[in-house]
């Protein structure tokens, strides 16, 4: 059907095109409507594999997609065939290619579909990190106002509890403690009431005498009595008045401590606030930290909740050059997980004699995929899962 002087019509994919050999006879006219209709017949059948692919393409995976395109390319290539004859060349430009740089799809998708159980069981160990800080901070401040006087720790001093650290003027308040005790130790007044007793206990004897050998009334012997009993309290007034004047002597005595500030336990002055002749209202003076043992806080993810128990030892490697990893005892564990971050948090006691390890030294913790149901991946036994790296103490 081809003209000699025209050359074979090529179809690549949905389309077509015919390529004139610039000869010196012009075709005919049934040539001419012949090759008229040989493209849009191409088309038409490229455009409905394309359809169709196309369909297949919504509920196939995307390694069905390639065996697709590759009906629609010998579709296509079929009907130009029935036409003309297609190079080489085309042929070669309808094939299927894999392009490295570009993504598996099909090992993307078999790998998405991979059990959890696999994935977990896949994943490294995780590591957990720390911060090593005090067991106990405070920032020791004095109850009362004043004008500090002297301040016998600086920073880096160790301390005891009980121990003065800091001492505000009181001239006042010792001038006061002075006249407290003076009067106390006053007792000229129950003296006097006892002497009175005394007598008043002679004249109740006498007139009591007297009365039996008829020389006195019975009036008489009454009001000698009656004397008697008030002496008796003048001396019980006496001793409850010296008992006031030594309660009162102890409250002068405790305003005086209280312009002593004392180290409330055992720690290290980490900082130092105030200085000699500075006033004192309500601001601390000192920050006192207890460096042994130090506290581990640690942060754990809800999904390895139960992973640790009270009093268990674990190992907490702190990021310092040279320093080894130390076991660390579990004092505590937060029963309320945090919603926000989905972690709960985990408390430890390091023991640091001698204070050798600073606070404040960032730490991590060694710890394996799972090691109870709460952390065992759905499908897999709890008896294959590996123990997490901690010893419980016997």
Not at 78 to 86: E, L, V, W, Y
Not at 285 to 295: E, G, H, I, K
Request: with cysteine; net charge positive.
């Amino acid at each position: 059907m081809a003209h000699p002087n025209w050359q074979d019509t090529v179809i690549e994919g949905s389309h077509a095109a015919a390529v004139d050999t610039t000869t010196a006879s012009a075709p005919s006219k049934k040539h001419r409507k012949l090759l008229a209709i040989v493209p849009v017949l191409g088309m038409l059948a490229g455009g409905a594999v394309l359809i169709q692919q196309t369909g297949r393409a919504q509920t196939q995976a995307p390694a069905a997609l390639a065996s697709s395109t590759a009906t629609a390319t010998a579709t296509a290539n079929a009907t130009a065939t029935t036409i003309a004859a297609p190079s080489p060349a085309s042929t070669e430009a309808n094939t299927l290619k894999p392009n490295p740089s570009k993504p598996n799809i099909a090992a993307t998708v078999q790998g998405s579909l991979t059990p959890p159980a696999a994935r977990l069981a896949k994943a490294p160990a995780a590591t957990l990190g720390c911060l090593i800080g005090p067991m106990r901070v405070a920032d020791i401040g004095s109850p009362v106002t004043g004008i500090v006087g002297q301040i016998n720790v600086d920073i880096g001093d160790s301390v005891r509890q009980g121990q003065p650290l800091v001492v505000l003027r009181s001239e006042v308040e010792a001038a006061g403690e002075k006249s407290a005790k003076t009067r106390w130790g006053i007792d000229a007044d129950i003296r006097s009431a006892q002497a009175s007793l005394v007598l008043a206990n002679q004249k109740f004897t006498r007139a009591t005498g007297l009365l039996s050998e008829g020389f006195v009334s019975p009036q008489a012997v009454e009001q000698a009595r009656a004397e008697q009993e008030v002496a008796t309290q003048r001396v019980a007034q006496s001793k409850g008045q010296r008992d006031v004047l030594a309660t009162d002597l102890n409250v002068v005595r405790a305003q005086v401590e209280q312009r002593t500030v004392r180290a409330p336990f055992d720690g290290v002055i980490v900082e130092r606030f105030r200085h000699p002749g500075e006033r004192v209202e309500d601001r601390p003076v000192l920050r006192l930290a207890t460096l042994n043992p130090l506290r581990v806080d640690l942060v754990v993810p809800a999904a390895r909740f139960g992973q640790f128990k009270l009093r268990d030892s674990i190992a907490v490697q702190p990021e310092l050059p040279g320093v080894a990893a130390a076991n660390a005892e579990v004092t505590h564990v937060d029963r309320v997980i945090d919603a926000a971050s989905n972690t709960y948090r985990v408390r430890l006691s390091l023991a640091n004699p001698g204070n050798k390890l600073p606070a404040g030294a960032r730490c991590s913790v060694d710890s394996l995929t799972s090691n109870s149901a709460a952390v065992t991946a759905p499908g897999t036994s709890s008896a294959t899962a590996q123990p997490v790296v901690f010893k419980p103490r016997s």
